[in-house]
């Protein structure tokens, strides 16, 4: 079901057409399993776009721009959120790159932000903080600067009276911007402690098994002799009371 659509990628037919034979593949209704068909065509997305960034890594930018963009959007439609990020991620970083010689290719601060915010929900907490620190210096004027109290500098929007509703409001920005980054900071840091404490807990689980398996075993043996030798005893006084009342010696 789903050949049309790698027809057209092996042969480079990257635009809508082929996002549109996509999205009927995976609505159609001769899909069996929609998991699997997803599944199977993530994988091969995956290995089709390294050879895909590979052949675009000496066009200008547009292409390599029209190209991630295409790449996107793809595994947007096949459910691969981590591909779909990080290939965004790739892009914002060209643009930006780029942007001091093509300004038309600069990224704002609310692209950057909306990004890391995406990239916070979804556990990519050092992407997600690495966007906030790019939106912050999106935020940074270009000719007349104010500079805030922490030596970020934001555009003066008005001249002549810096305490403008504007202003106010851009201040606010960096202080929502800064929040995020705080708090994608701090699940970065708890996901590798809980990492770290959880491949720790398995390491002393292990090493307690192996210590403990030999004297677990020797324990069991002592239990069970003591266990025989109760009942040989248990039999032996049986017989002994069994004989004094028969009257035998």
């Known amino acids: 079901m789903s050949e049309p659509f790698r027809s057209l990628v092996l042969n480079r037919r990257f635009g809508d057409e082929t996002l549109r034979v996509l999205e009927l593949i995976l609505v159609s209704k001769e899909v069996k399993s929609s998991?699997?068909?997803?599944?199977?065509?993530?994988?091969?997305?995956?290995?089709?776009?390294?050879?895909?960034?590979?052949?675009?890594?000496?066009?200008?930018?547009?292409?390599?721009?029209?190209?991630?963009?295409?790449?996107?959007?793809?595994?947007?439609?096949?459910?691969?959120?981590?591909?779909?990020?990080?290939?965004?991620?790739?892009?914002?970083?060209?643009?930006?790159?780029?942007s001091r010689t093509h300004q038309w290719l600069e990224v704002p601060y609310l692209e950057w932000l909306n990004f890391a915010q995406q990239s916070l929900d979804n556990g990519f907490y050092s992407i997600a903080a690495k966007?906030?620190?790019?939106?912050?210096?999106?935020?940074k004027g270009k000719s007349a600067e104010q500079p805030t109290p922490d030596g970020v500098c934001i555009e003066r929007i008005s001249t002549e009276d810096p305490k403008t509703d504007e202003v106010f409001e851009t201040e606010q920005v960096i202080q929502k911007i800064?929040?995020?980054?705080?708090?994608?900071?701090?699940?970065?840091?708890?996901?590798?402690?809980?990492?770290?404490?959880a491949d720790y807990m398995k390491k002393r689980l292990k090493q307690k098994s192996m210590v403990c398996s030999p004297v677990l075993k020797k324990t069991t043996c002592v239990a069970s002799t003591l266990f025989r030798n109760g009942i040989k005893k248990r039999n032996q006084r049986k017989l002994n009371e069994s004989r004094s009342l028969l009257g035998w010696s």
């Open 35 to 98: 998991v699997e068909v997803r599944s199977g065509l993530r994988q091969f997305m995956r290995s089709e776009s390294l050879s895909v960034l590979k052949e675009i890594s000496e066009k200008n930018v547009e292409e390599k721009l029209l190209m991630l963009e295409f790449l996107v959007r793809t595994f947007a439609l096949v459910g691969d959120v981590e591909s779909c990020l990080a290939l965004r991620y790739e892009a914002l970083l060209l643009r930006d790159l780029k």
């Open 178 to 197: 800064k929040k995020l980054k705080e708090c994608a900071m701090a699940s970065a840091s708890s996901h590798s402690v809980q990492t770290q404490t």
């Open 131 to 139: 966007a906030c620190e790019n939106a912050l210096l999106s935020l």
